[in-house]
């Protein structure tokens, strides 16, 4: 059976308020989905009559050598679908990418769990907006450039700029590849349901491929966009079995669909809790050679396990501040009340925590660098506050600001003059991003024809 193409997109993420306390289940994460977007387009590759393929093959066409070609094949066992990848670089290195082909193991999985589908042939597309990468050699954010710039570089030479691509791709891929092979009476995207499948799958196979599991807040506003998140028990995964062992594919199916043995999951998403009054904005500063420092989440929560009662208090007020943030920011949404300075006083309260934190965790969550920099732009008109957003560190800040240009323009001239204070640091550029609502959707696929490659028969 030939299917349609289809193609989806999810957004990427800024995490506001709530880095490593949102890891515990006691506390929640304030994350808003952005407007950038990674986009995925399946079709099918067109096949010579008699010719057999079982081949999926995948392309990032934005970077060099982004290729990856996989076998699939129905394991015994109801192990489910192994993926696998078909050919090598001409080094003969396995340039892997182990999002992609362990997305497609978990969803080619899940789907050969509840129907009995032909998995035919099928061509993936990966196009990301441009604001996830800063690359040197990429011109800067005009008007003119393209909906999704050629980045000139491989993948792993790109410059991140910290907005969840990994997330967002899994997401995508998951979405997108259900979409392909189900029928609409067994996935339909707009539906709550399939939402919670598409969510439940992206969380497992996205843990699954970064080998650890986080508190998941960049899969859950893939999926749903903006949100108060409060994350599932890491225990939920831990009761399925290993992909490519027996019974896999049907203990997916259980973890994914929350049947018995698995159970719910007691994920936390609200949305409506979630709000920017009108006429505000966040605006995401990306610090170009900001370095990142290895292993900041296992030091905080070494500190915080050898120092329980002092680190529940500073949690618990920190928690308190970032509530306050969502709380006022909620209100004013709804009121339509302008109260800038209790806003304001939100953002004081949380750095605070946040600089008690790291200075007890001996961890540069807020580091110096960062301190001046964040109170450089609150001193300037239209700036309403600014964090470390995330894990924090030297490579991002995040600021809530009025959304006129005179702000942004004011913000560009302190970034233009704002000297290197360390080589820790770099140039701060502003990121073309918006907060947005909207979380995993289907899109058409017209209008990405002309960066689609031609499939391969
Ligand atoms: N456009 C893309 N095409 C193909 N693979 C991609 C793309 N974007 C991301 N990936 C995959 O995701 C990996 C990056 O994931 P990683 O978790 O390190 O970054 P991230 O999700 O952007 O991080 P952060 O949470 O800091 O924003 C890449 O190594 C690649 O495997
Ligand atoms: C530190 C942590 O709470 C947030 C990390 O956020 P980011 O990847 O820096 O955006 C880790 C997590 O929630 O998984």
Redesign the pocket.
Known sequence: MVHNAVAVSAPG?V?LA???L??DRTYT?LVFGLDARIHVVVRPIPTRRGVELSEIEVTSPQFQEAAWNYGYRLGGSGSGMSVTQLRMDADLHVNRNVFIETTLGYALSYISAITSPTITPASITILADNDYYSTPAAPAATSTQPRFRDFGVKLRKAHKT?L?SSAALVTAITAAVLSYYLPSKLFDLDSDRSKRIIHNLAQAAHCAAQGKV?????VASAVYGSCLYRRFSPTILSKSADPGTSGFSKSLRELVEELPPHGQWNTEIHRDAVKVPKGLRLLMCDVSGGSETPGM?KKVLAWRQENPAEANEIWSDLHAANDSLAKELRAMAEAQDFGLERLRSCFTRIRRGIKIMSEKSGVPIEPAEQTELINACEAVPGVIGGVV???GGYDAISLLIEDREETVAALQKLFDGWNVKSEHSGKVSILGVRQDMQGVRVEQVDQYQEWLPPTSP
Do not use: N
């Open positions: 993420k995490l709530g880095g490593y949102c890891l994460a910290g969840g986080g508190s998941g807040f960049d989440v957003p995330g894990a």
